[in-house]
């Protein structure tokens, strides 16, 4: 909602490389656990989402939304975090 170009910034800042994906990762909500929905969810976080999480094996994955930590935890066994969790494990 707000944007990402200041969290964007603060990584950079740090010497991070980002790796930034657009759409969605197809959760949504309660959507991809809706019934019927969820075969719809899964192809959804096959255009952007997975992809990219299994090009980048050992980045860390950081999600603002919800639905998008679980979708990866779900769909590649990863963990996702959003920048405070990150800032927080690394003072």
């Known amino acids: 909602m707000l944007g990402w170009a200041a969290d964007a910034e ?4 740090t010497g991070a490389e980002l ?16 019934r019927g929905h969820y075969e719809v ?8 989402l997975l992809p990219a999480l299994r090009e980048h094996p050992e980045a860390i994955v950081l999600a603002d ?12 066994a990863r963990d996702a975090m959003t920048l405070g969790e990150l800032i927080a494990a690394h003072r």
Do not use: M, Y
Not at 10 to 13: A, F, K, P, S, W
Not at 41 to 48: F, R
């Open 65 to 76: 939304g919800f639905s998008c930590r679980k979708q990866v935890k779900d769909l590649e």
């Open 41 to 48: 969810s899964v192809k959804v976080a096959e255009h952007d």
């Open 10 to 13: 603060i990584l950079q800042r």
């Open 19 to 34: 790796v930034t994906l657009g759409g969605c990762c197809g959760l949504a909500g309660n959507f991809g656990v809706e």
